[in-house]
């Protein structure tokens, strides 16, 4: 069995007990987060289970950074409920091999695209979509949490709220 791997340059070691150190300021730092439910089902790489968002409170995001990833089975539980389209959203991918190693275990095929590449044009991310955009695509991200959602592709910018 071929199994894929590369180190990756990062300042902290994500998802292991040298977070652990880290707790009790992760916990004070996200205390202010209040989640609430979302309108679409939710696909936790902390549980596996698809969740509704109103319980990611900060001892979720604690062990959110501290947990092992659970990619492989929530691509698994993705995919058995017919979803087929992965997004990962990151500032550069570096999960899209182990999502399309994921389908192929399982006999399936999808399609599997970064949001955006370090270094390249932002308004070139979601590239293999025709233009214009179907007005209506259900994507999958694969960002520590993955998400589902309904997407409308805009066809004029929109300003984006800034959080505070």
Partial sequence: MNIFCRAIKVDVASHSPQVDVLRDDLLRALAPVRP??????????????????????????????????????????????????????????????AIETGLAALGLSGAVMPSLR??????????????????CLRLHLSFAVAFALAFRAPRVPRPVERMK
């Fill in 36 to 97: 609430r439910a979302a309108t679409m089902p939710i696909y936790s790489t902390v549980t596996s289970a698809v969740a509704d968002g109103s319980e990611f409170d900060a001892e979720y995001w604690a062990r959110n950074l501290r947990q092992p990833v659970l990619l492989s089975a929530t691509v698994e539980r993705l995919a058995g409920d017919g979803n087929t389209t992965f997004i990962e959203m990151s500032p550069h991918p570096i999960l899209l091999p």
């Fill in 118 to 135: 370090r270094d390249e044009d932002e308004r070139e991310g979601c590239a293999p979509f025709p233009r214009p955009r179907p007005p």
